[in-house]
């Protein structure tokens, strides 16, 4: 996974961890993971109430299409070019 330039991960995984289990997951949905890595998605669709309004809303409705399938929240312009790496699951 991508580090974050402002956050302290050490500390935070140790004083915070569910807090900082969902803020790594929601970061990694928004910006991206190293090349191999994926997404657990049971662990997505767990925490999905509580980072889905941390989520950039297109990455957000991506996730509820590729999960879900729920059409009519598919961002229009998505193309081949900005389109994701798959989720494990």
Do not use: C, Q
């Amino acid at each position: 996974m991508r580090k974050h330039w402002s956050v302290d991960e050490e500390t935070f995984k140790k004083n915070h961890p569910e807090k900082y289990r969902l803020w790594k997951l929601a970061f990694a949905i928004d910006y991206g993971l190293e090349k191999g890595e994926k997404l657990d998605k049971e662990e997505v669709k767990k925490a999905w109430p509580k980072i889905r309004d941390e989520v950039d809303p297109y990455k957000k409705r991506l996730i509820e299409y590729l999960i879900w399938g729920k059409k009519y929240s598919l961002p229009p312009n998505l193309t081949f070019w900005n389109w994701p790496p798959k989720i494990k699951g």
